[in-house]
């Protein structure tokens, strides 16, 4: 049993950076142009400003004591992090720094391609790299994270049955109940009706139920694989099979890469396409939606729908093919992130193939060993009890039985692990098939000490659900801030996302 810390975050009655400061106080004093009356020529007319700009006056002190308060009352995401679904990796320094150099950090894609050689030549080296784990014919890295990329595949899927006139007939793509809520959210915002299969006893949707629903209106199979529960499905190769032989495409959601990353290519298991997580799998910072990047990969009859440009290798120069005439058009800007590809290209290459490979296996083996444990903490239970394929990177576990016995829930358990420093657990997306979820991937950073300290706490936490419920109950008791009344989120008068706003709301002249 590890000792558990006696922690205590700080707590700073910080004002908003908006309420600080005094009219005169300067950071950095910046002289006047030396060779230009002010302002003149440079700004049009049009958009010079009228009135100076509602900014705090501050010295840089002021400013880095602001900002360090904040850091310290970070809610987490610093301690031990085994935020499941997620695969939260350590994001190294080195590609911070690497990608906040002024040959990365100060590109503009509209320049001119040679002077963007060694850009282009990052972007198609990774490019290959997911070609090599996947044996995809083609990767492009605009999406702006896992759900953007499961739609570019449904505007493809659109594309690629339009082009063999079958459109109109194939309106339907099949899903799983346990498969990531976006898959059929991406198919249904492209215009396809969505038919979820449900999942069996064995954790995964039986081959009859897939045979049952496949028809000539199938347009396509989107799912990820192991699926929310962690379960793999061992019929997969067959499914691709039902799904091809009904002329349908089928899109392997690749987020939950880390178990296999190595040891299964999509494309041998026949996907058309598939989608990697770069901001979980390949080592750069988590942030869904707009910091991330969904690799999208397709095989050689997909490639003219892609969105482009796409970067392209002529000899020792790289070209960027700006347009096609099947294309989908741009799902985003440009070629996505661009830092976000250096740093998953950088996180490969310091890993290597074999690294790689031992990545993937030690995330199975940590797994395993947190399996063995959690199982033997008194109430907890995992899903598909009965299951005989052995979970890969992570297993979905219930607290059902703890809240039956002492009304203890899973947000109050994890309300109180964040009192002993280690982070949040990961609940479970929608639907809620399992009562009282949660889900905690390990993967291969954390060490044996830290993956025994995270389960030490969620065994104690659970020992006070029984002998003192009401500890845990109002907990957290050792954070920045306590219990938050969560009804507030849902009073747009009460909150405000912008300064502008927050003082609108209070009656303040803006
Ligand atoms: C299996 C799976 N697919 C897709 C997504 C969506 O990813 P993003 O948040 O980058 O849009 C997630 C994220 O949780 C996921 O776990």
Redesign the pocket.
């Known amino acids: 049993m590890s000792a558990l810390p006696n922690y205590h975050a700080a707590r700073w009655e910080e004002p908003l950076v908006m309420e600080l400061g005094r009219s005169g106080r300067r950071a950095q004093l910046v002289g006047a142009p030396i060779d230009a009356p002010a302002g003149a020529g440079f700004i049009p007319e049009a958009v010079r400003r009228t009135t100076p700009p509602q900014l705090p006056e501050l010295t840089e002190f002021e400013v880095q004591r602001h900002y360090l308060h904040l850091s310290q009352m970070t809610l987490g995401m610093m301690g031990v992090n085994l935020f499941g679904?997620?695969t939260m990796k350590y994001n190294a320094r080195l590609n911070e720094h690497i990608v906040a150099r002024p040959w990365i950090a100060e590109l503009h894609p509209g320049q001119n391609e040679e002077t963007l050689q060694g850009t282009l030549e990052i972007i198609h080296s990774f490019d290959l790299i997911l070609r090599e784990l996947s044996g995809m014919a083609q990767f492009v890295f605009q999406p702006g994270?896992?759900?953007?990329a499961?739609y570019t595949h449904a505007c493809v899927t659109r594309a690629y049955h339009a082009a063999r006139g079958e459109l109109a007939q194939r309106d339907e793509v099949i899903t799983t109940i346990q498969a990531?809520p976006?898959?059929a959210a991406t198919a249904a915002a492209a215009g396809f009706k969505v038919v979820t299969l449900p999942i069996e006893e064995d954790g995964y949707a039986s081959v009859e139920a897939l045979e049952a629903a496949v028809s000539d209106r199938t347009a396509a199979l989107m799912l990820?694989n192991p699926d929310?529960m962690g379960v793999y499905n061992p019929h997969i190769k067959r499914w691709v099979e039902i799904v091809h032989e009904a002329g349908a495409l089928a899109f392997y959601?690749h987020?939950?890469f880390n178990g296999v990353m190595g040891r299964l290519r999509a494309r041998e298991l026949g996907f058309d396409a598939c989608m990697y997580?770069l901001?979980k799998t390949f080592g750069a910072p988590k942030g869904?939606?707009g910091p991330?990047v969904?690799a999208y990969g397709c095989s050689e009859e997909l490639v003219g729908f892609l969105p482009r440009p796409l970067v392209r290798r002529d000899g020792d120069r790289y070209t960027i093919e700006r347009d096609a005439p099947d294309s989908i058009g741009r799902v985003r800007e440009y070629w996505g992130n661009v830092p976000v590809v250096t740093k998953a290209y950088a996180w490969t290459r310091a890993m290597g193939a074999a690294g790689i490979k031992q990545a993937a296996d030690l995330s199975v083996l940590a797994n395993n060993y947190m399996e063995k444990r959690l199982l033997a903490i008194r109430g907890i239970t995992r899903s598909h009890p009965d299951a005989t394929t052995p979970r890969l990177e992570m297993t979905r576990y219930s607290l059902e039985t703890v809240t039956r016995e002492t009304g203890i829930t899973a947000f109050d358990v994890q309300n109180r692990m964040i009192d002993f420093g280690v982070d949040a657990f990961w609940l479970s997306?929608e639907p809620w098939l399992l009562p009282e979820p949660f889900t905690p991937e390990a993967g291969e950073l954390w060490s044996k000490e830290d993956i025994d300290l995270w389960i030490d706490v969620l065994a104690h936490v659970i020992q006070e659900a029984y002998e003192d419920p009401e500890l845990v109950k109002t907990a957290p008791h050792n954070q920045v801030i306590h219990q938050v009344d969560g009804s507030r989120v849902n009073e747009p008068g009460q909150w405000a996302t912008t300064w502008r706003a927050h003082r609108r709301k209070t009656a303040a002249v803006v």
Not at 145 to 148: E, L, P, T
């Open positions: 679904t997620c994270g896992g759900a953007d499961a990531h976006c898959n990820n929310d959601d987020a939950n997580m901001h869904g939606g991330a969904g997306h």
